[in-house]
């Protein structure tokens, strides 16, 4: 079959040449051999014919691996979430927005907030990023105090911090402020955040979450003001009356510190699986250290306050009995769906 094998030669070349590939099985080359079908004799058509057929197919073959492999499928995109060369029903769906509803830790936020708000503070929120002197500085961490390592947390290579702590906002939100006080009014601000850590992860540890600080300072603020404050908002939050207690403690940025634990309002003190004994530590808080003041233009012999920095992924795994604090952000919907609200 000479004849065969030069039409094929002569269909490659014109193959090479074309811009549209899909005009091979219109070529004259194909005409020319089917048109010599008829012509041949008997014995000589069946055998003839298939070999068209063949070197037809060839080329339809040719143009069908042509079209898998790049006209109707776009370039792999890495950065999307799935392959979009999946077949449309192996796609995952994407949920309706009336199917979601808000992460459990961002509607506590939202309540907490609130309760806040009609107690007369205002709110600020923390920022993502931050730098040495806001972190350490501002909040008497000087440079070299060991203090620093309890806060270890990640940086930039230019040195930009991701926030130990929502206190980095006490001396912009104390500085924004300072002439309120200095007419007799009192500072009263809530730093909602998000916060991380460079810890091992494990159920009780993850990298990042959420806070609520307090700040208030003006003439005379006390300790008396500090438990009180705490208090009225722990028996809002919980809706019951509770007990609640300090015990020393240290930080940096506050003097004198404590730590700040409340009757469990789960057990009413009877002892559960939350407290133990029937008293769970709630925050850390403490009187602003003068130096804290200073560093924010406020003269720490006429005005004082307190300040206070909780957890809110501990507070909604307590409420929810949540044994694993990585369900957060884990984004795993039959955590997330028992929360549908
Ligand atoms: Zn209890």
Redesign the pocket.
């Known amino acids: 079959m000479e004849q065969i094998e030069n039409a094929r030669q002569n269909l490659l070349a014109e193959y090479e040449k074309l811009d549209d590939k899909t005009k091979i099985l219109r070529s004259v080359e194909f005409k020319k051999l089917y048109s010599q079908i008829p012509a041949l004799p008997p014995e000589q058509r069946g055998e003839f014919g298939q070999a068209v057929n063949g070197l037809k197919q060839e080329f339809e073959q040719k143009l069908a691996s042509l079209q898998d492999s790049t006209s109707t499928k776009p370039a792999i995109d890495v950065t999307a979430p799935f392959d979009v060369n999946v077949k449309l029903t192996d796609q995952p769906q994407v949920l309706p927005a009336s199917n979601g509803s808000i992460h459990p830790l961002m509607s506590e936020m939202d309540n907490l907030l609130s309760i806040f708000e009609r107690m007369g503070f205002e709110a600020e929120e923390s920022r993502a990023i931050d730098d040495d002197y806001h972190m350490f500085e501002a909040l008497n961490f000087p440079e070299g105090h060991p203090a620093r390592d309890d806060y270890d947390t990640f940086m930039t290579e230019e040195g930009l911090i991701a926030p130990a702590h929502t206190s980095t906002m006490q001396n912009r939100v104390l500085k924004a402020r300072k002439e309120r006080i200095e007419s007799g009014e009192t500072i009263q601000v809530v730093i909602p955040g998000r916060v991380f850590r460079n810890e091992d992860l494990d159920a009780r540890h993850e990298h990042t979450f959420y806070q609520l600080e307090g700040v208030v300072v003006g003439e005379g603020i006390n300790t008396g003001h500090l438990i009180a404050t705490l208090q009225t908002f722990l028996e809002t939050y919980y809706e019951k009356e509770l007990e609640v207690k300090t015990q020393p403690f240290y930080f940096p940025f506050t003097e004198p510190s404590f730590e700040f634990a409340m009757s469990?309002p789960?057990?009413d003190?009877?002892?559960?699986k939350?407290?133990g004994q029937?008293w769970?530590e709630i925050l850390g808080c403490g009187m602003i250290h003068p130096n804290v003041l200073k560093m924010a233009d406020i003269d720490p012999e006429k005005y004082t306050g307190f300040a206070w920095g909780g957890g809110i992924d501990r507070l909604v795994m307590m409420k929810h009995d949540i044994e694993d604090v990585r369900h957060f952000h884990s984004g795993k919907l039959d955590f997330l769906k028992q929360f549908g609200n």
């Open positions: 469990c789960f057990c003190k009877a002892g559960c939350v407290c029937g769970v």
